[in-house]
Structures are given as structure tokens and as C-alpha cells.
């Protein structure tokens, strides 16, 4: 239940970001279709990350369960990668250079968070994350 509704809450912003400013000007500019291209998938595929994480989310680093499965077969933090992208796509949709400073906000504390995740992971699954880490990308 507690994935379904934090799902949902990240969906409803993406709706709430959309409905702000996707009628401020023309619709069919490149950088509204280059941003949508982006945004679109990465915000579905974010969603998707955090369902197959599902009881092993959490907002502080812990170990209940190693997810080897779906995205996280081939990338180790795919929330992060996808809420990257769907940020970037944002910035590009919306041509609000301003959101940048999020960005840039945003990823070295997502670097700094899949680090401690990392050891964390490491320390409590030892062999089977480090063989599960050589496999996949960030």
C-alpha cells in the first residue's frame, strides 16, 4: 500500500509540473518534444523502479532484501538514473533554465546516497552484492 501511494504521489506531481506549464506557449517546439521524449519514459520507468523495489524502499540506507530482478538486473539504482532523466527532461520541456540548480543540487547527493547504499548493501550481503555489482551499472 505504502508503494502504490508514493507512486501516486510522484505521478501526481509530474501531472501538477505538466498542467503548470505545458500551456504557457506553443506546444510543438523541439525543446517541448525533446523534453516530453525524455521525461515521459524516464518518469514511467522511475515508477516501474520503485514498484519492483517495493518492500526494500527506504529513505535511509538499510539491508532487508538484495533486488536482483526487473530493472534491477542490469542497474543498481534505477530511481536515481530515471529521476535524473526525468528531471532533465523537465528542464528541457519547460526551458526554465532555473531548475538546473536542482539539478545540480540533485545529483551529488544521489551519488553520495547509492555510495552509502553500497556499502551498506555490501557490508550486510557481502559476496552475493559484490558479484550482483559487477554485473550492473551504476
Known sequence: MKT???????ILLAVFLIDRYAWGGPWWTPPHI???????PSLFLLCLA???LGKAFSVQAKASTLVTHGLY????NPIYVFGALTIVGLIIWTNQLRFLLCFAVLIPLQVYRSRKES???EETFGA???????????
Do not use: C, D, H, M
Open 73 to 76: 538486473s542490469r542497474i543498481r
Open 50 to 52: 520503485r514498484i519492483q
Open 4 to 10: 502504490n501511494l508514493s507512486t501516486l504521489a510522484l
Open 119 to 121: 556499502q551498506v548493501l
Open 128 to 138: 552475493a552484492y559484490l558479484e550482483y555489482k559487477r554485473k550492473t551499472w551504476f
Open 34 to 40: 525533446v523534453g516530453v521524449a525524455i521525461a515521459v
